[in-house]
Nanobody, 124 residues
């Protein structure tokens, strides 16, 4: 059973920065790639970034150069961070930590696991 525990998020002014964290059992990493999606009301979840156990990263075009995804492996736990900089109102959303089975195509989300979501609001 994959559990994803998120922290971070909140209210920030335009141009500001925030860091999101997501922790899970270390055995998850390698079976799943870990990453982040975001969702605004009335819209589907949107891919933001992902990282593999080997450290290969991928970003949505809308966040390239502003967001950085990293991972930190500790005994029994892996934590994935999403450092967000130069935030703008368009980044306002609920951000979800994601675990995607490495055996599934990128766009196939039926077997993905999700965190509880954390709100990020960018407003003056």
């Amino acid at each position: 059973h994959v559990q994803l525990v998120e922290s971070g998020g909140g209210l920030v002014q335009p141009g500001g920065s925030l860091r999101l964290s997501c922790s899970t059992a270390d055995m998850t990493f390698g079976i799943y790639d870990l990453g982040w999606y975001r969702q605004t009301p009335g819209n589907q979840r949107e891919f933001v970034a992902t990282i593999t156990k080997r450290g290969v990263t991928e970003y949505a075009d809308s966040v390239k150069g502003r967001f950085t995804i990293t991972s930190d492996n500790a005994p029994n736990t892996v934590t994935v961070f999403l450092q967000m900089t130069n935030l703008g109102p368009a980044d306002t959303a609920v951000y979800y930590c994601n675990a995607h089975p490495i055996t599934m195509p990128r766009g196939e989300l039926a077997h993905d696991r999700w965190g509880q979501g954390t709100q990020v609001t960018v407003s003056p």
